[in-house]
């Protein structure tokens, strides 16, 4: 509910990044800055200075951010300004789970914490993957990716089991809306947006889903509810042929770590 003071906490935690990290780490480790459309010229702003810095991908939380004259839809013409730049630039914006200030309307109580208020919710592990559905679907139904071809959107940590019943839906709507896209909307999906699924989804679910070239290998480590040795997650893709798991395991990501600026 305050802007501005959102947009000094994100900058204060960019710079500490960058000199603690740095953006490229020995072209390694590549941290990504935090950024926010609560405040559009911030959010234009940063990014130039991220871009300066050396930045690889930028990350924002799956929300609908709250400016000085309310809450705006992410892929909103609004953000237009934004977005164009990202995609001249060609880095790619990261969509991470974060606090999305969803609430649970009375089923759990509401409120974000590693510990999820010290007591069992298993009503918020249902409605996990309300956030990236929802950020995801308004730049498909708002037009982003036609406006800027080149935009990359990575989804990381926000599991992938949403994905069918959002294929669904996005064609049930385009047939009930005859004219709104001029091509099938889970095709402009596959073509803009890559998925890291969580480590127990069935990675040929999703590859049948989005395709090879779209799937990021991800463990979470150290977190609790991640892999304890990420490497396990080999037995999980043995099965695919050699090139499929080197996209999983390292290509996908690696061209998303590089820039594709327009021109």
Same mark, same amino acid.
């Given at each position: 509910?305050?802007?501005?003071?959102?947009?000094?906490?994100?900058?204060? @935690?960019?710079?500490? +990044? /960058?000199? &603690?990290?740095? *953006?490229?780490?020995?072209?390694?480790?590549?941290? =990504?800055?935090?950024?926010?459309?609560?405040?559009?010229?911030?959010?234009?702003?940063?990014?130039?200075?991220?871009?300066?810095?050396?930045?690889?991908?930028?990350?924002?939380?799956?929300?609908?951010?709250?400016?000085?004259?309310?809450?705006?839809?992410?892929?909103?013409?609004?953000?237009?300004?934004?977005?164009?730049?990202?995609?001249?630039?060609?880095?790619?914006?990261?969509?991470?789970?974060?606090?999305?200030?969803?609430?649970?309307?009375?089923?759990?109580?509401?409120?974000?914490?590693?510990?999820?208020?010290?007591?069992?919710?298993?009503?918020?592990?249902?409605?996990?993957?309300?956030?990236?559905?929802? @950020?995801?679907?308004? +730049? /498909?139904? &708002?037009?982003? *990716?036609?406006?800027?071809?080149?935009?990359?959107? =990575?989804?990381?940590?926000?599991?992938?089991?949403?994905?069918?019943?959002?294929?669904?839906?996005?064609?049930?709507?385009?047939?009930?809306?005859?004219?709104?896209?001029?091509?099938?909307?889970?095709?402009?999906?596959?073509?803009?947006?890559?998925?890291?699924?969580?480590?127990?989804?069935?990675?040929?679910?999703?590859?049948?889903?989005?395709?090879?070239?779209?799937?990021?290998?991800?463990?979470?480590?150290?977190?609790?509810?991640?892999?304890?040795?990420?490497?396990?997650?080999?037995?999980?893709?043995?099965?695919?042929?050699?090139?499929?798991?080197?996209?999983?395991?390292?290509?996908?990501?690696?061209?998303?770590?590089?820039?594709?600026?327009?021109?």
């Amino acid at each position: 509910d305050d802007p501005e003071a959102v947009t000094m906490l994100f900058r204060a @935690f960019n710079r500490w +990044l /960058v000199e &603690d990290w740095g *953006f490229a780490y020995e072209d390694r480790i590549f941290a =990504a800055p935090y950024l926010t459309l609560a405040n559009l010229e911030w959010a234009c702003e940063e990014l130039e200075w991220a871009l300066d810095q050396g930045a690889r991908t930028i990350v924002m939380r799956a929300a609908a951010p709250t400016t000085a004259s309310g809450q705006v839809a992410p892929g909103s013409p609004v953000n237009d300004p934004f977005w164009a730049r990202v995609a001249e630039a060609g880095i790619t914006c990261v969509v991470h789970a974060g606090d999305a200030g969803y609430t649970s309307h009375g089923y759990a109580r509401d409120g974000f914490s590693t510990d999820f208020g010290g007591v069992p919710q298993p009503i918020r592990m249902l409605q996990l993957e309300r956030p990236i559905e929802d @950020f995801l679907s308004s +730049l /498909v139904c &708002d037009h982003v *990716f036609v406006r800027h071809p080149n935009l990359r959107i =990575a989804s990381v940590e926000n599991g992938s089991k949403f994905l069918a019943g959002l294929f669904d839906k996005l064609r049930i709507t385009a047939r009930k809306m005859e004219g709104w896209w001029s091509e099938d909307p889970v095709e402009t999906f596959r073509r803009h947006i890559w998925i890291n699924p969580f480590w127990e989804d069935q990675v040929d679910d999703v590859i049948e889903l989005v395709g090879v070239d779209r799937v990021l290998f991800g463990s979470d480590w150290p977190h609790i509810e991640a892999l304890p040795r990420p490497l396990d997650y080999l037995a999980d893709v043995a099965h695919l042929d050699d090139a499929a798991r080197r996209r999983v395991l390292l290509d996908n990501v690696a061209e998303l770590n590089s820039l594709s600026p327009t021109g």
